[in-house]
């Protein structure tokens, strides 16, 4: 990182608490200390008293409290913002309407509802980016749209989708147009830790282990190292011109390639099955296939996309190594 390209700025972070964010902030919190802290870092969180907003506290973070539902609390946070890093996630809302289908609208989806909720908070964003004359760089973490890319073939990954609809909601605002980029964050290496109902191999009676996806095992997937990674990709595009799409990738591979260094690590066998679509959750089955293909399509996109440097990824191997990621 150049030195002073920071010097008297402001990073601010949204989903501080989470994954990314956490780790886009601890990040800037090294380069900080680094640069003898000549910039400053914000982290918005609905609870800054929670264990994980007083960890980024003790860190050199100043955690503030806000809700992407509210707006004003959103020009609160980027006040003085030079950067900002914002995620936004309708995971968790989508799988609470799974158990409270008396959330959903007549014929709505729990993706669906989840995805309506995250455009949302992606509008706010927009609406409070656009607001701040002291931005210079504001990169949001989005995913590719299966139903664009498809062409309309696949028109049910909501959760996707709506990445790249707050994406262009960012493009079009006349404010941000020079100054936004977007990162494509590939599969978590801690995935299988973090939803082991989805990831996680499983123990067989005959003591190997098995994962059974509705994915194609001979595919290469991108895996990310998020707590290692995402900091360089985030604080590469601060640094680039903007308008760029950059795949967050710190290694690919295939679900076969990545259960057999998961069988290495954990020194058990393992076998990779393609899941039937009859064998998927009732429920989830429409979502999963869906999904799945929009994985394994061979469409490619034509957006300009950048893979960072080698001398900066983390293979999953390490990941593993480090993390001593066992069994689950
Ligand atoms: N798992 C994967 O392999 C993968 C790969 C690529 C992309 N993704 C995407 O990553 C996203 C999730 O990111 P993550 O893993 O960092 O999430 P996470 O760990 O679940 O954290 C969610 C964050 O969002 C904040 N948040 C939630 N609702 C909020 C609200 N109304 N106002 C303010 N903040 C709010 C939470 O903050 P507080 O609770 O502190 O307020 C928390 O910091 C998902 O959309 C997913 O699609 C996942």
Redesign the pocket.
């Known amino acids: 990182m150049a030195q002073n390209r920071y010097d008297g700025g402001l990073v601010v972070v ?9 780790a886009v902030l601890r990040y800037f919190a090294q380069e900080s200390k680094a640069l003898s802290h000549s910039f400053r870092l914000r982290g ?4 800054p008293t ?1 264990d ?2 007083q960890a980024l506290s003790r860190a050199g973070v100043k955690m503030v409290k ?5 707006v004003s609390s959103l020009h609160q946070a980027f006040e003085g913002a030079t950067h900002i890093f914002a ?7 989508m799988w609470d309407a799974t158990r409270h289908p008396e959330y959903l609208a007549q014929g709505q989806s729990p993706a669906e509802y989840g995805a309506a909720i ?1 455009k949302r ?1 992606g509008a706010k964003i927009v609406e409070a980016a656009a607001a701040v004359p002291t931005l210079r760089r504001i990169v949001y ?1 989005g ?1 590719a749209s299966p139903r664009r890319w498809s062409e309309g073939g696949y028109s049910k990954v909501a ?2 989708d709506v ?1 790249e609809e707050i994406a262009d909601m960012f493009r079009a605002r006349r404010e941000l147009q020079r100054k936004f980029s977007v990162v ?5 290496a801690s ?1 299988a830790a ?2 082991p109902e989805v990831y996680a191999p499983e123990k067989l009676l005959d003591g190997h282990y098995e994962v059974a996806m509705h994915m194609a095992g001979d595919v290469p997937v991108p895996i ?1 190292d ?1 707590e290692t990674d995402l900091g360089n990709w985030v604080a590469a595009l601060f640094q680039a011109d903007p308008g760029v799409v950059l795949v967050g990738a710190s290694e690919c591979l295939t679900w076969q390639q990545w259960l057999e260094l998961w069988g290495d690590h954990n020194r058990v066998m393992t076998t990779y099955r393609r899941a039937s679509t009859d064998e998927v959750a009732p429920g989830t089955e429409d979502f999963m296939r869906r999904l799945s293909k929009s994985l394994n399509s061979s469409r490619r996109s034509d957006l300009r996309v950048e893979w960072i440097t080698p001398s900066i990824r983390h293979s999953f191997d390490q990941w593993a190594s480090q993390s001593g990621q066992h069994q689950s």
């Not at 494509?184 to 978590?188: E, I, L, N, R, S």
């Open positions: 949204l989903g501080a608490t989470g994954v990314q964010g956490g918005l969180t609905r609870d929670s994980a907003a806000g809700d992407l539902d509210d995620n936004t996630d309708s995971n968790r809302i995250e908070h973490s995913l959760m996707f990445k494509m964050v590939g599969f978590y995935d973090l939803m990310a998020v």
